[in-house]
């Protein structure tokens, strides 16, 4: 089946470590992005990347890196420079087209919690 | 002002109720919209993509009014699994940035 694998689902990190989340989808889609959800809040951009070796800072970055050295595969590292990490972190992926993309899917997301 | 900007309710409506959310955004050239649905703790699921001419699939029914620039969604006849978050989301797309924005969301509860 197709679509989008995002692990661990729960990770806990001691402050001051930074640790990697994975990211990988099999709908051959070109883009990617990387959102962070709080409690009671909506979704905020932290980064996102329309092709391969090739990513934009969104609305969120510092703290945050990210690389896209395959299509499939689009990983986040949370830094120990990202104050507040603990949240529920969603990956999520699109055909692009140039009119506009198509719609987003997601995976099932990662909740970090600092401890 | 907030690109994408919702009501977060929450709207406790009664079975078998119509309810309609609206969902307003600042950048005019954007070229896609979606309602996306959210359940506790889990991820967002594509409910409906919205179309210049206005979309329906089964209670629910989507708008856009570029003019206003808003859009809209209506569910008529409720049922209890409707029960959700329903964000409202937009691509600016071809206007140069290709990405999805989220507004916060609007809490539901259908009441039995």
């Known amino acids: 089946d197709g679509g989008i694998t995002q692990s661990p689902k729960y990770l806990f990190r001691k402050e001051g470590q930074n640790v990697t989340l994975s990211c990988e989808q099999n709908?051959?889609?070109?883009?990617m992005y990387w959102y962070r959800q709080d409690p009671g809040q909506g979704l905020r951009l932290i980064y996102y990347?329309?092709?391969?070796?090739?990513?934009q800072k969104g609305d969120i970055a510092e703290g945050y890196s990210v690389s896209r050295e395959k299509k499939e595969s689009f990983p986040l590292t949370v830094t120990s420079a990202q104050k507040n990490p603990t949240a529920f972190y969603l990956c999520?992926?699109?055909?692009?087209?140039?009119?506009?993309?198509?719609?987003?899917?997601f995976g099932q997301g990662t909740r970090l919690t600092v401890v | 002002r907030k690109e994408v900007e919702q009501d977060p309710g929450p709207f406790n409506v009664p079975e078998g109720a119509t309810v309609a959310f609206n969902c307003t955004y600042s950048?005019?050239?954007?070229?896609?919209f979606f309602w996306y649905r959210q359940d506790c703790r889990k991820e967002p699921k594509l409910l409906m993509s919205?179309?210049?001419s206005g979309n329906e699939d089964g209670r629910f029914t989507a708008q856009l009014n570029r003019a206003s620039q808003y859009i809209s969604l209506l569910i008529r006849d409720s049922k209890l699994s409707d029960s959700a978050t329903y964000l409202c989301?937009?691509?600016?797309?071809?206007?140069?940035?290709?990405?999805?924005?989220f507004g916060t969301g609007t809490r539901l509860k259908v009441l039995a």
């Open positions: 919205v179309y210049s």
């Open positions: 950048n005019s050239a954007s070229q896609s």
């Open positions: 709908l051959n889609h070109d883009a």
């Open positions: 989301v937009v691509n600016p797309g071809a206007s140069g940035t290709y990405k999805y924005i």
């Open positions: 999520a992926s699109s055909i692009r087209r140039d009119f506009g993309n198509t719609e987003a899917f």
């Open positions: 990347s329309q092709i391969v070796n090739d990513f």
